[in-house]
């Protein structure tokens, strides 16, 4: 990161708290060019806030590994864990931040049995999934693939079995390991144990090269991405990022109000206007935001699959990379796996379990088509957590098929509620907290039937409690 040595005389210090000399835009123009920078550098700042609580606070109890050490969880995710928003609870995860800046990182998958369904979601500083491991993209038979900067220039070691290039100097590696029930942990564990990851000059037995300087990471504060304060962290993380020639204009406008790759974010220079032009254009990102979701999520219209993917994949639009990291961030790609969002009721109504329960009913032969697996997972509508219940039940999947009870006519009906229902239906209940919530029904390695729109997802329907 690069610091500038700034010399202050009596003439600048008399005018430093009137102005700042990086911030040249009118709060006119500051303003609309908030708005963008807001939606652009959100997911850069959230994840950001994932790295430092997984891999530079020690002290913190989502810390994961150090860096470019892998970090193993062998349990499903629960009410408990908070590092990150709308995770899943089908596939424990291991987890490896990479510093690419000195050298590529080498990671060694192991066999494992076909049936059992496993990734590798490689991301980007951006949150772009820049590639995948893992049973679609590589099978189930391991490898050693090797990952690199955007500045590495040297020879592909021949049993390399490929590389796989980050267009940022940190990125993340994020695991997936199907767990069938709490029987298979121990079966898990072992898979975990056989994931490696070393430097190439470690993999090739070749001398290290020298280090990359120390990094003095910032301390995240409190709202930090809801405030100009997120600029700060914006322009830090972006040292690591080198600029794109697609965003060439699109920086220079953000450097008009003070961002730019590794230099500091004075709020405290800015006047009275210029900060309220900043949050105004925050405010103005996130009314396009609820306006989007409200119209074309909560409908349907777009998909999870239009929020992730490749920068290429995406076309440059920050509002659907902003989506994806305000609502369920590192999501898989399309073809990895399809995420069908619940938020309102088949009346277009939002959810609250204080207000109403809820079934889900899936027709004889119309279950949710995935070549993997398919899961339900239930999330608290205020903190997109897991929802604490006394069953310990996050989510309802296709493995626990064979323990539903099934209806007359052979479909399966799921009960989303806050109470338990009749002891009968015990097995379909899926438990909601009291208030709003929503669901996330995921499908690993969708079936072509669901991209087409062949398939038709069902929605939730509104019980009256006090029919109950």
Known sequence: MNHRNLLVTAVTLAVSTSAWA????????????????????????????????????KKSSNFKAPFNEIGNTAKAFTAKDTAFVTPNADTPYSFVWMDLRAEPLVLTLPPIEEHRYYSVQLIDAYTQNFAY????STGNNGGHFMIAGPNWQGQQPLNIDRLLRSESNIA???????????TDLAKVKQIQKGYKVETLSHYDKHKAPPAAPKIAWPKPVANMSD????????????????????????????????????KPFDLSKLSVDQRKALEDGIADAKAEFAEFKKTRVDTHEVTSGDFFGTRDHLKGNYLYRYAGANMGIFGNSA???????????KDGQPVDASKHDYTLHFAKGALPPADAFWSLTMYNGKNKLLVANPLNRYLINSRMLPDLKLDAD????LYLQKKAPAKELQSNWLPAPDGPFYGVLRLYLPKPEVTSGQWKMPLLTPVNQQNQ
């Open 410 to 413: 052979g479909g399966v009906t």
């Open 133 to 136: 491991l893992g049973t679609r």
């Open 335 to 345: 073809e990895e796996a399809n995420y069908i969002g619940y938020f309102v009721d």
């Open 172 to 182: 993340y590696a994020l695991y997936r390991t199907q767990l069938f029930d709490d």
């Open 22 to 57: 990086d911030f040249t835009a009118t709060p006119e123009q500051a303003r609309g060019i908030a708005k963008e920078a807001y939606l652009y550098g959100f997911p850069v700042v959230e994840m950001y806030k994932t790295l430092y609580t997984q891999a530079v606070d």
């Open 227 to 262: 405030t100009p304060d997120l600029f700060r962290y914006l322009n830090f993380m972006l040292a690591f990022a080198p600029a794109q020639d697609v965003e060439k204009d699109l920086l220079a406008r953000f450097k008009t109000i003070g961002i730019e790759a590794g």
